[in-house]
Structure formats: structure tokens, C-alpha cells
């Protein structure tokens, strides 16, 4: 199993960013994934959930910014995130829910 991020990087706050996450090794139609983030000195949290059959759920902290969404044909997962906020600063992990399988992170920097 492997998931590989991409899409990060350094914004300004009130801007945008997209990030991917394509797998691999895993039967990804019926694979529920997350995004989860994890900023210094904190713990790892949860960001957003896909289930399989397309049913999310968000952090209150994201819900109205973010949006996570799949292409199934693509074995990939989305996280839009709108409206950034400096708080949003983190790593950001892909996550196959079914496999317990991380990806290595990309690193997200909101700042003026």
C-alpha cells in the first residue's frame, strides 16, 4: 500500500490550495480515506473522511472551507481547502481508513 500527497505548499491567508493523494497496492473503490493534519506541538487530527460510498464528514474548524472528494478511476483523493486561515498551518497526511495506512505528508504554510 502506498499513498503519495502532493499539492502543498505556502499561501497567503484567505487563499486556496488542492491536495491529492493517489494510492496505490489498495482496492481503493471500497476504501474509506481521510485527510488529517498535525501542526508543531500538537497532536495529529482529523480534517476530513470519505467513505466508499462517497458520505464525508468534517472537523467544525474546516466545515464550510474544505471540501474532500474522490476519482475512483483515478485511485485518488481530494482536499480543496478554501479561505485559509494562518491556523491551518500543518502537515497534512492521506489516510486509507480500511488499510491503516498513512502517506508521508505535505506541508501547508498559510502566511502573509
Known amino acids: 500500500v502506498q499513498l503519495v500527497e502532493s499539492g502543498g505548499g505556502l499561501v497567503q491567508p484567505g487563499g486556496s490550495l488542492r491536495l491529492s493523494c493517489a494510492a496505490s497496492?489498495?482496492?481503493?473503490?471500497?476504501?474509506?480515506m481521510g485527510w488529517y493534519r498535525q501542526a508543531p506541538g500538537k497532536e495529529r487530527e482529523s480534517v476530513a473522511t470519505i467513505s466508499s460510498g462517497g458520505r464525508t464528514n468534517y472537523a467544525d474548524s474546516v466545515k464550510g472551507r474544505f471540501t474532500i472528494s474522490r476519482d475512483n478511476a483515478k485511485n485518488t483523493v481530494y482536499l480543496q481547502m478554501n479561505s485559509l486561515k494562518p491556523e491551518d498551518t500543518a502537515v497534512y497526511y492521506c489516510?486509507?481508513?480500511?488499510?491503516?495506512?498513512w502517506g508521508q505528508g505535505t506541508q501547508v504554510t498559510v502566511s502573509s
Open positions: 489516510k486509507s481508513e480500511g488499510y491503516q495506512r
Open positions: 497496492g489498495t482496492i481503493f473503490r471500497f476504501d474509506a
